[in-house]
C-alpha cells in the first residue's frame, strides 16, 4: 500500500535524495524548475532554479548541492530566504542541440555520474551519455555513450558494481558494470535484465542492504526488486502509472520514497499523479553517499 507524502503535481518529479543529518526528502521538478524538500517535522518548501534541474546530489555543507542541469553541473546554495545561489562547476558538450542532464547520483566514494538525453524523447536520438565528476575536475569528458534516455543509475554496496539502463521504448534494457572504486572506471558492460517482456520502462533505481536492484517501471505503475542475480523479486504498485525513481530513507532507512510524473490529458483515472510517495518494502536502504568536494 502506498502513502502520499506530497500532492506535489511535479511535472517530472526525479531525483529523491534522503538527507540522513537532516531527515529530509530532497527531490527536483525537472520542468517545473524546482526543487523540494520534505520532512516529517517541518514540512514542505521548495526553491526555484534558473535552468531545469535533473539529478541532485548533496554535498557535507549545509544547504549546498550538487545538481545536472542543463548547461552543466552547478553547486546550488538553498538560502533561507527561498533564494538559490548557483556556481556552475563544469559545463557540458552537448552532442546534440536541445538536451539536458536526466539521472544521476555519487558513487561510494562520492565521485557524480550524471547522464544527458535529449529533450525531445520522441526523436529517439542515440545522444545521451554519462559522465564522471569529482573533487578537483573542471571538465566532463564522455564516460559512456550511445544512448537515448540514460537511467536506473545505483551501485551496489560494496560499490564494485554499478547499474545503469536506458528507459527508451526501444531500449528498455538494463546493465551491469564491474566498477573499480579506485578510479571510478566500469568496465565488463553485460545485460543485467531485459525489461521488454516486463510491465513498465526501467526509470530510477535505489539499491537496498542486500544488493538487491529497485527500479521504477514507468507506465506500469510499479517499483520492481531484483535480486543481484537479476532475478525478479517482487513488485510493489503505485496509484500512479509514471513512477520515475525511488530513494529509502526514514529514522531507519526503510521508507521507499517515490516520485513520479503528471503527463498531460485526462487524469481522473490517476488524479495524484506527479505525487510524491511512500512505500513499505521490507528491507532497508543506504545511506546515499555526499558528494566529495
Not at 569528458?141 to 526501444?170: C, E, K, W
Request: proline share 8%; with cysteine.
Amino acid at each position: 500500500m502506498a502513502d502520499l507524502i506530497l500532492d506535489a503535481r511535479n511535472g517530472t518529479g526525479e531525483s529523491p535524495v534522503w538527507h540522513v543529518g537532516e531527515q529530509a526528502l530532497y527531490w527536483v521538478d525537472i520542468p517545473g524548475k524546482a526543487i523540494h524538500r520534505w520532512s516529517p517535522a517541518q514540512g514542505h518548501r521548495q526553491w526555484a532554479t534558473a535552468e531545469m534541474p535533473a539529478c541532485i546530489a548533496a554535498t557535507p555543507q549545509p544547504g549546498r548541492w550538487i545538481a545536472g542541469m542543463e548547461s552543466g553541473l552547478f553547486a546550488l546554495q538553498l538560502q533561507d530566504d527561498g533564494q538559490v545561489q548557483a556556481e556552475r562547476l563544469a559545463a557540458v558538450q552537448h552532442a546534440a542541440p536541445a538536451m539536458r542532464f536526466n539521472d544521476g547520483r555519487c558513487d561510494r566514494q562520492g565521485r557524480l555520474w550524471a547522464g544527458t538525453m535529449c529533450l525531445d524523447m520522441a526523436a529517439a536520438i542515440r545522444a545521451g551519455a554519462w559522465y564522471r565528476f569529482g573533487a578537483g575536475d573542471t571538465a566532463l569528458p564522455t564516460q559512456l555513450g550511445d544512448f537515448i534516455v540514460p537511467n536506473g543509475l545505483a551501485f551496489s554496496p560494496d560499490g564494485r558494481t554499478m547499474y545503469l539502463s536506458d528507459s527508451h521504448p526501444q531500449v528498455q534494457s538494463i546493465w551491469a558494470f564491474d566498477y573499480d572504486t579506485a578510479s571510478g572506471t566500469p568496465s565488463n558492460r553485460r545485460l543485467f535484465v531485459d525489461m521488454n517482456p516486463l510491465p513498465g520502462r526501467p526509470d530510477g533505481a535505489a539499491i537496498d542492504v542486500d544488493g538487491c536492484y529497485w527500479i521504477c517501471g514507468n507506465d506500469a505503475g510499479l517499483v520492481h526488486r531484483f535480486t543481484p542475480e537479476g532475478r525478479l523479486d517482487k513488485s510493489l504498485a503505485l496509484p500512479v502509472k509514471k513512477p520515475a525513481m525511488c530513494a529509502f530513507g526514514g529514522p531507519r532507512l526503510d521508507t521507499l520514497y517515490v516520485t513520479s510524473i503528471r503527463p498531460g490529458g485526462d487524469l481522473s483515472d490517476q488524479p495524484l499523479a506527479g505525487g510524491v510517495f511512500a512505500l513499505t518494502p521490507g528491507t532497508q536502504g543506504l545511506a546515499e553517499p555526499l558528494f566529495a568536494d
